[in-house]
């Protein structure tokens, strides 16, 4: 935990509860990176109470590709080393829109997928030079076998997990490790309104897991375990049924 821990989307539940844990093992310096950063209160508050020192606020739009290097460039700059990086933003978007309105499929997976792309290799180079660092990345079990039923969402994390699993077989020797999470559905603020899916879980759930898999130095975790097997059986389902599940 020496260095500053950097989560990109500082709002969301998943990356503050996964803050507040490291704060718990010991990082004292965090920078909360999202839009809006002065409506941070709350997860700074949170991240306090676990015993951080210095959490800095700063603005940060996923979808500007241009101003990741600089953002990183700066809390470095500002900061010093850097030692675990969170990317934890990303966006549902509506489906049936996205079927209909081309500009909305590709917003959503410019944020999910293009943007993370962008803010990965920037910091993949940055960790690279300081020879040591983590990147905690967020997938999704909707990639692993992309549903009809949101497709435009599980594509971009399709992307996305592979995306990551590359780099982290690129990093390998480097000193920097990449930890990549498939959670299944997280029942919270951005799912508020949905009907939770079998094997769901929390944001605290999936915080717990991604701390283990970091002690146990493992590269991937599936959230919850049991999915991993699920799904190795999903993939097996006939075309016709796959089509027919929901969300």
């Known amino acids: 935990m020496d260095g500053t821990v950097v989560v990109l989307g500082g709002r969301s539940e998943i990356g503050t509860a996964v803050a507040t844990r490291l704060a718990r093992l010991g990082a004292r310096s965090f920078v909360l990176a999202a ?47 850097i030692s675990v990086v969170v990317t934890a933003f990303g966006v549902l978007g509506d489906q049936a829109r996205a079927e209909r309105d081309a500009a909305h499929a590709v917003s959503i997976v410019h944020t999910d997928y293009t943007a993370h792309v962008s803010v990965l290799t920037h910091a993949a180079n940055l960790l690279r030079a300081q020879g040591h660092g983590t ?18 969402y599980g594509s971009a994390k399709a992307g996305l997990d592979g995306f990551a699993s590359g780099l982290a077989d690129a990093l390998h020797g480097s000193g920097v490790r990449l930890l990549l999470v498939r959670p299944g559905f997280v029942v919270g603020r951005m799912t508020r309104g949905m009907k939770p899916a079998p094997f769901s879980s929390t944001p605290e759930q999936v915080a717990d897991a991604t701390m283990a898999a970091l002690r146990s130095g493992r590269h991937t975790v599936w959230v919850p375990a049991v999915l991993r097997p699920v799904f190795a059986l999903m993939r097996l389902l006939p075309r016709p049924i796959w089509r027919r599940l929901p969300r």
């Open 135 to 152: 990147l905690v990345v967020f997938s999704s079990v909707a990639g692993v076998r992309v549903r009809r039923a949101n497709y435009v």
């Open 35 to 81: 839009r809006r950063s002065t409506d941070l209160d709350a997860e700074e508050a949170a991240l306090r109470d676990a015993g951080a020192e210095a959490v800095t606020r700063m603005e940060f739009d996923a979808d500007d590709l241009a101003s990741h290097g600089q953002l990183l460039g700066d809390i470095v700059a500002e900061h010093g080393p």
